[in-house]
């Protein structure tokens, strides 16, 4: 069952070597520890518990293999050789079983085994991401202090002022953030004023590794996970400078609103810069993830009062969709997130009430930790415009 399960390769040559099959057996256990142990306990599974895998590949170490220190992490395979000394790729395996008489496989049995081999490590390896359910109960009676709100939900910068007539919890609440997935035409659209930004180990040239990649992978679970009908717009407005990338991309993204009027949340995925010394990342479930912050414009200065030319008729609708984002990273999803940022400008953000710009990493995490990321960020959003809670 498990060889069928996890290496159908193997499963087909004994099952197709007919008279071969106990010389075929005794060859690959002796190459392949983990079958040779499963197969050497399956006739006890009608009288204990089949181990789980973890057991088995536990069981396997302390007999010599490499899966047990392959597992914990804190070694690398070598030569590209999840299996360890066990593979049919090791020279002195293939002598050894010539020297008891055995035939050595020809290269496309090799090839099959190590295929196999490779893919049953990777997915014993592999950490799938599992959604949370409420981990806290934020209080929200203590929130009705403006006080108390400010130095839990928010950093207001030097720049700008905000008052309790916009950050009010009751406020806040109130606005009903859930779409329906039904209809025609997509209904989020995620872009990037900032589509240069690259991570610790992108590849220059590779949008796949920048934050574009980021965006493609938020996009996928969105529509495979979730549901959602999802327009991830390319345009690149950085390239040459970034100081007038927010006016370069308006245009374009008011065309895309245009053309599809269905698009109810606008998402501008960004990545932050922090110095070298900061690192954003946390261990979410065994996955090294990325932090990540919201962050709002107040289209008002310190300094000047509101910017009349830089109006936002959405801003409460702005203010609202980040509040209630960040509400479920801190139940679901506890040191996730950073605490929003209020800026003095309006960063495009006056397009759609549920218009949202993301801060997700900094140029120093890795671009796993960034991908990693797209998976809570993703069931957040889900959490807050499908109004369900878990």
Do not use: W
């Not at 220190?69 to 030569?79: C, D, N």
């Not at 990649?213 to 529509?223: D, M, N, Q, S, Y």
């Not at 932090?291 to 200065?301: D, E, K, V």
């Not at 929003?340 to 006056?350: A, P, Q, T, V």
């Amino acid at each position: 069952m498990l060889s069928r399960q996890f290496m159908p390769g193997i499963a087909f040559a004994v099952e197709s070597a007919r008279g071969s099959s106990l010389f075929l057996k005794e060859q690959i256990t002796a190459q392949f520890p983990f079958y040779g142990y499963a197969a050497k306990n399956s006739g006890q599974a009608e009288e204990a518990d089949v181990p789980d895998f973890r057991t088995i590949i536990l069981a396997e170490a302390e007999e010599g293999g490499s899966y047990g220190e392959e597992l914990s992490g804190e070694t690398e395979p070598s030569g590209g050789n999840p299996g360890g000394a066990g593979s049919m790729g090791n020279a002195s395996a293939g002598d050894a079983g010539a020297a008891e008489g055995y035939p050595v496989p020809d290269e496309s049995m090799e090839e099959l085994l190590r295929a196999e081999n490779e893919l049953a490590a990777a997915g014993m390896q592999q950490n799938v991401f599992v959604p949370h359910t409420r981990q806290n109960q934020v209080d929200l009676e203590a929130l009705s202090s403006y006080e108390t709100l400010i130095q839990q939900f928010y950093t207001v910068d030097g720049n700008t002022v905000a008052g309790s007539d916009q950050l009010n919890v009751g406020k806040l609440l109130e606005k009903d953030m859930r779409i329906s997935k039904e209809g025609e035409g997509p209904q989020i659209l995620i872009y990037h004023t900032h589509s240069q930004e690259a991570f610790a180990d992108s590849v220059p040239g590779d949008a796949g590794t920048s934050i574009m990649g980021v965006g493609e992978h938020l996009t996928e679970i969105l529509r495979e996970t979730y549901g959602y009908n999802v327009l991830h717009h390319l345009g690149q407005y950085d390239t040459e400078s970034r100081d007038d990338s927010y006016s370069a991309a308006l245009s374009d993204i008011e065309q895309v609103l245009k053309e599809y009027p269905s698009i109810q949340v606008v998402i501008d995925l960004h990545r932050d810069e922090m110095p070298e010394t900061t690192r954003l990342v946390m261990d979410l479930d065994g996955r090294p993830t990325a932090r990540f912050m919201f962050f709002n414009g107040l289209s008002r200065t310190r300094k000047t009062g509101n910017i009349a030319y830089l109006y936002n008729e959405n801003l409460d609708g702005n203010l609202a969709f980040s509040f209630q984002m960040q509400l479920k990273a801190m139940e679901y999803y506890p040191n996730l997130t950073r605490r929003i940022y209020l800026k003095g400008y309006r960063y495009n953000m006056h397009l759609k009430p549920r218009s949202l710009l993301v801060e997700l990493g900094a140029q120093n995490n890795t671009v796993e930790e960034a991908m990693n990321a797209c998976d809570p960020l993703a069931h957040i959003l889900d959490l807050v415009l499908s109004g369900e809670a878990e």
